[in-house]
């Protein structure tokens, strides 16, 4: 029997040169499972995913982040992909999305690669037990974070892996946190 996440809506929030498969391994994973998900980003119309350095998708938004409200999702999935972290940890509103989400409400949360930067930026991360991409690292712990190498670690409702190696953990962690 596999798990049922009818009724459930998650959000993914990416922005441009998105590491593809840390995107669309989730959100097929979500789908199949019979959730809704939205892509929200800064700008409307489609996003450009990267397959490592080499050009990838494009990924249609569902919504904007000024369009979007946090209390209308279950859960947040944010991507990997040096660009797209960066650009997003510099975003006010994908900022206070986040912290909406995962600080206020305490959804489940699910962040990999780069993705943690943007809880870096926005003060979500002290105190917690989180993965990334090893290159990342400093910046948690300067953040007060506990960085660790595994492939996935599950902190409360914050879930993070280090990189697309470590999505099929990444996706069953997220699966099973959504379905209690």
């Given at each position: 029997?596999?798990?049922?996440?009818?009724?459930k809506?998650?959000?993914?929030?990416?922005?441009?040169?998105?590491?593809?498969?840390?995107?669309?391994?989730?959100?097929?994973?979500?789908?199949?499972?019979?959730?809704?998900?939205?892509?929200?980003?800064?700008?409307?119309?489609?996003?450009?995913?990267?397959?490592?350095?080499?050009?990838?998708?494009?990924?249609?938004?569902d919504k904007?982040?000024?369009?979007?409200?946090?209390?209308?999702?279950?859960?947040?999935?944010?991507?990997?992909?040096?660009?797209?972290?960066?650009?997003?940890?510099?975003?006010?509103?994908?900022?206070?999305f986040?912290?909406?989400?995962?600080?206020?409400?305490g959804?489940?949360t699910?962040?990999?690669?780069?993705?943690?930067?943007?809880?870096?930026?926005s003060?979500?991360?002290?105190g917690?037990?989180?993965?990334?991409?090893?290159?990342?690292?400093d910046?948690?712990?300067?953040?007060?974070?506990?960085?660790?190498?595994?492939?996935?670690?599950v902190?409360?409702?914050?879930?993070?892996?280090?990189?697309?190696?470590?999505?099929p953990?990444?996706?069953?962690?997220?699966?099973?946190?959504?379905?209690?």
């Open positions: 029997m596999g798990t049922d996440l009818t009724g809506r998650v959000a993914i929030v990416a922005t441009d040169y998105f590491e593809e498969k840390e995107l669309t391994s989730p959100m097929d994973a979500l789908e199949e499972a019979g959730a809704e998900v939205d892509v929200l980003a800064p700008h409307s119309g489609e996003i450009q995913g990267l397959n490592h350095v080499e050009p990838g998708t494009l990924v249609a938004v904007t982040l000024d369009e979007a409200d946090p209390d209308n999702y279950d859960a947040l999935v944010i991507p990997g992909g040096a660009i797209n972290a960066d650009a997003l940890r510099m975003d006010q509103k994908a900022r206070d986040v912290r909406k989400i995962m600080d206020e409400q959804k489940p699910a962040v990999i690669c780069h993705g943690p930067w943007l809880l870096v930026s003060n979500v991360i002290r917690r037990k989180v993965t990334s991409f090893h290159t990342i690292q910046d948690i712990r300067n953040a007060g974070g506990e960085w660790q190498d595994s492939e996935v670690v902190d409360g409702n914050l879930i993070t892996s280090r990189k697309p190696d470590d999505l953990a990444f996706n069953k962690a997220l699966l099973e946190k959504l379905q209690h």
